[in-house]
């Protein structure tokens, strides 16, 4: 049996209190970035094999989502999942 979803999308949730010097990725907009990438796999006819998940701390809160907003997510989505090549200028580790 093939496993259910060929890809994930991980979109960091976490939340630290209001006073860390941190942040996190919630404050900054992550729960709406979540929508959009379902919303956009939806729409594509993808969300049966390609999977937007919650995911917990991905040590990188100071940065609020890698940098990626809502205006990325057709971006990701059409270069990065469908066609397999990351947008570079959003790489959180740069080759």
Known sequence: MPP???KHVFICLNERPPDS???DCTRK??????KKFKAALRD???DE???ANK?????NCENG???????????I???????????ERLRLYKR
């Open 4 to 6: 259910p979803f060929r």
């Open 21 to 23: 010097e941190k942040g």
């Open 29 to 34: 907009g992550s729960p709406q970035l979540l």
């Open 44 to 46: 594509r006819g993808l």
């Open 49 to 51: 094999e390609i999977r």
């Open 55 to 59: 995911a917990g701390c991905l040590d």
């Open 65 to 75: 989502c890698s940098h990626v907003t809502e205006a990325d997510v057709e971006e």
């Open 77 to 87: 989505v059409e270069k990065h999942l469908v066609q397999g090549e990351p947008v």
